[in-house]
């Protein structure tokens, strides 16, 4: 059977009780379940309803996320995510551009390519491009100053390898960025672009091949291939145009934040949750979250 999912921001706790109520009571619903007070909840359904996107907009409107999915195997064994503006607050190469004084430029070009109005890969081109001659040593900084994690992603994290999940970090960044924020995160691995470098300067190239849209979809095919497990035991999650492709392949496919163009083209939407809400889709409650 299908099953509901209700959830709002962590902070604000705006899901209001008879709103639950009167949703399961319309659409002929089993008993709620409440995954945290006031933020998540719960309820079966007989089949997925008719007006289900009709409803997710009015209570979007709300401040409510809405998510219907298969109850049976939601629980999934792989975690594989973007990095920038999905565990990361930013877009990276758009804050490493602000230092070299080119940040209105790459900007453009990100949010182009991210809703997918520019091919990925000349788009990559073109803004580190942009970067030539800046100092290595600017990454560091950038890391230490202008990078900030996304509410929830370390007890995502915590939460799902202590139930036994592996966790792949896949990205159209860079590895300078990904390196670090994997290994603050907990991440088993990290996938993402090379910036080349000479003389202690970027040289305004990038390091083949380029990891773009297909390579996250190949990095999900050999890494769910390499644990023996099914592509259905994905939760992949990103915000891009360049995440649709391991979105749609994954078993739960989560636009987190998501560009217009990329959420309408997914079932499993998050505009108001943090990345624990990756948890609730799954069945825990805020009981079973690991924080330590």
């Not at 975690?79 to 209105?104: F, K, P, Y």
């Not at 100053?145 to 915590?158: N, Q, S, T, Y």
Request: glycine residues 10%; hydrophobic residues 45%; proline residues 4%.
């Amino acid at each position: 059977m299908p099953i509901v999912t209700l959830l709002t921001a962590p902070a604000r706790r705006l899901l209001d009780p008879a709103l639950v109520e009167a949703l399961r009571n319309a659409w002929g619903g089993g008993a709620v379940q409440w995954l945290a007070p006031d933020e998540a909840a719960e309820f079966e359904v007989p089949e997925i309803p008719g007006n289900r996107w009709e409803v997710w907009a009015d209570v979007q409107a709300q401040g409510v996320d809405l998510v219907v999915q298969p109850r049976e195997g939601r629980r999934k064994a792989m975690l594989l995510a973007d990095m920038d503006s999905t565990m990361i607050r930013q877009e990276c190469i758009d804050e490493l551009a602000d230092e070299a004084g080119v940040g209105a430029r790459v900007k453009e070009i990100t949010a182009r390519a991210m809703n997918g109005e520019l091919d990925f890969e000349g788009a990559l081109r073109a803004r580190v491009g942009l970067l030539k001659d800046l100092p290595v040593s600017t990454i560091t900084r950038v890391l230490e100053e202008r990078i900030d994690l996304m509410p929830g992603g370390k007890v995502l994290l915590a939460t799902m390898k202590a139930n036994g999940a592996y966790a792949a970090l896949v990205s159209g960044g860079f590895t300078d960025f990904t390196s670090a924020v994997a290994a603050d995160l907990g991440f088993d691995e990290n996938r993402a672009n090379t910036l080349l470098s000479e003389g202690g300067r970027l040289t305004g190239e990038v390091g083949m091949p380029i990891l773009g849209k297909q390579a996250k979809v190949d990095a999900l095919a050999e890494i769910t291939g390499r644990l023996g497990l099914a592509e259905a035991d994905v939760l992949a999650v990103g915000d891009g145009a360049n995440d649709l492709g391991m979105l749609h392949r994954a078993g739960t496919g989560v636009a987190l934040h998501a560009k217009p163009a990329v959420a309408a083209q997914c079932d499993v939407r998050i505009n108001h949750g943090d990345l624990t809400a990756l948890l609730y889709l799954q069945g825990y409650a805020a009981s079973e979250f690991v924080t330590g």
